[in-house]
Each structure stands twice: as C-alpha cells, then as structure tokens.
C-alpha cells in the first residue's frame, strides 16, 4: 500500500513562507495524481492543490491560488507544497493524499491513501 508523510509544517508569521514535503513509499509514484489538503479547528477538510502525474497539469483552490505552488519531482518519490504570502486563515493541518487516476480530483472523498498530516500555524 501506498504510504505518504508529510513534513515541513510549522509556526510561520503572515506573510511568511513554508515548503512543505510529502514522501510516498510507491515505486509508481508517477502514475498517481497527488493532492494537498487542509483542516483547519472546527472545519471540515478542504482542497489546496493537486497536481498530474506527470507534473504538467496543476489545480488550485481559489484561495490559495497565485500564492501557493505544488511541485513534485517522480524521481525522488516526493510532492511539495510551496506556501508563500501565508495569512492567519491557512492555519491548518495539512495532508498530503494520492489517487491512482488520470482524473482531477478535488474532493477529499475522491482520494485513496493519505498522509498523517503536518501542522501549518500562521500567526498575525
């Protein structure tokens, strides 16, 4: 099974910038479609970015959008979450997920496995 970890969150001023990291275990990484999420106290789980297997093709939420960039490099089996201009409103946990599709999915229900998920805490 397919088994992801996170890291790279932490306390981070607004405006500040964090990188996050997502390593995944699988020799096929680059045939799953990779995810970032986020939850922040008291909400449910929502959509950050996700992006292609083959990293061309990248998805964002409207507000993170022009802020946040997801890279990822299949030769080292790792996915990051480049945060920049962080505001209060970020704070969260973030989760790094895969699918095994071609298909965009911006749904936390559309995806199979799931990291433990790295706290993000953007103070004012």
């Known amino acids: 099974q397919v088994q992801l970890v996170e890291s790279g969150g932490g306390l981070v001023q607004a405006g500040g910038s964090l990188r996050l990291s997502c390593a995944a275990s699988?020799?096929?990484?680059?045939?799953?479609?990779m995810g970032w999420f986020r939850q922040a106290p008291g909400k449910e789980r929502e959509f950050v970015a996700t992006?292609?297997?083959?990293?061309?093709?990248?998805d964002y939420a409207d507000s993170v959008k022009g802020r946040f960039t997801i890279s990822r490099d299949n030769a080292k089996n790792t996915v990051y979450l480049q945060m920049n201009s962080l505001k209060p409103e970020d704070t969260a946990v973030y989760y790094c997920?895969?699918?095994?599709?071609?298909?965009?999915?911006?749904?936390?229900?559309?995806?199979?496995?799931w990291g433990k998920g790295t706290l993000v805490t953007v103070s004012s």
């Open positions: 997920a895969a699918k095994y599709t071609t298909v965009v999915v911006t749904s936390p229900a559309g995806m199979n496995y």
């Open positions: 699988g020799r096929t990484f680059s045939n799953y479609r």
């Open positions: 992006i292609s297997g083959s990293g061309l093709n990248t």
